[in-house]
């Protein structure tokens, strides 16, 4: 009996132990920065592939805070309106209803910006490693499909739905 509650203990111990070794590859200790700057890619794809260390922006070229403004750029929230249509976002997407994708009027006050941004331009691997855009799949069954959207156009597209979501509290 003892030894079989050492076994419950000591397993799990050792299966995390072993799952680190396997990430960090490396044993030698000499050039291990170099070496984990070289996998780090690799590594973060496997980490981000399991659903893990993905950060709450997503994936995608947005890794940064955008620190906007509460007040909104009418000008840009104009050309995003355009671009979401000639972009053929509203073939998927209404802002009060669900269409082929989920109704947008909100999403600003449901995710960050810069999450919404990752989405625009890099949905296909949204889809896979963030953990809400993959939920969304699940309920939508249909993947949202890259649009090739530049980061200024997404940027446009952003704030006509910051527009958006307070023309509806008027
Ligand atoms: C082929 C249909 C399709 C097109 C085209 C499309 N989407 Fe989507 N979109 C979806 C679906 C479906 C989802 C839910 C996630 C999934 O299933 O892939 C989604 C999710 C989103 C989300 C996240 C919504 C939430 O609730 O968090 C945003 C934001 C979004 N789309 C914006 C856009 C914009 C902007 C465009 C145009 C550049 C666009 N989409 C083009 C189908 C589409």
């Not at 399991?50 to 403004?69: A, Y």
């Not at 999450?115 to 625009?120: L, T």
């Not at 691997?125 to 530049?150: F, H």
């Amino acid at each position: 009996m003892r030894k079989r509650y050492l076994l419950m203990y000591i397993l799990p111990i050792l299966l995390v132990a072993g799952c680190g070794g396997g990430n960090k590859s490396e044993t030698s200790g000499t050039t291990t920065e170099q070496k984990a700057q070289q996998t780090a890619t690799v590594e973060q794809t496997q980490a981000t592939a399991q659903g893990e260390q993905v950060s709450e922006f997503g994936v995608g070229p947005i890794q940064e805070p955008l620190n906007l403004p509460e007040t909104i750029d009418e000008a840009l929230a104009k050309k995003g309106e355009e671009l979401f249509d000639k972009k053929g976002c509203t073939a998927c997407h209404e802002l009060d209803n669900r269409k082929v994708g989920p109704p947008l009027r909100d999403v600003v006050n449901q995710r960050p910006p810069e999450w919404i941004m990752n989405m625009i331009i890099n949905p296909e691997e949204m889809i896979l490693k963030d953990p809400v855009a993959k939920k969304l799949l699940e309920e939508y069954g249909v993947p949202m499909t890259n649009q090739n959207v530049s980061k200024d156009e997404a940027r446009a597209i952003l704030e006509f739905l910051r527009k958006a979501a307070k023309e509806k509290k008027n």
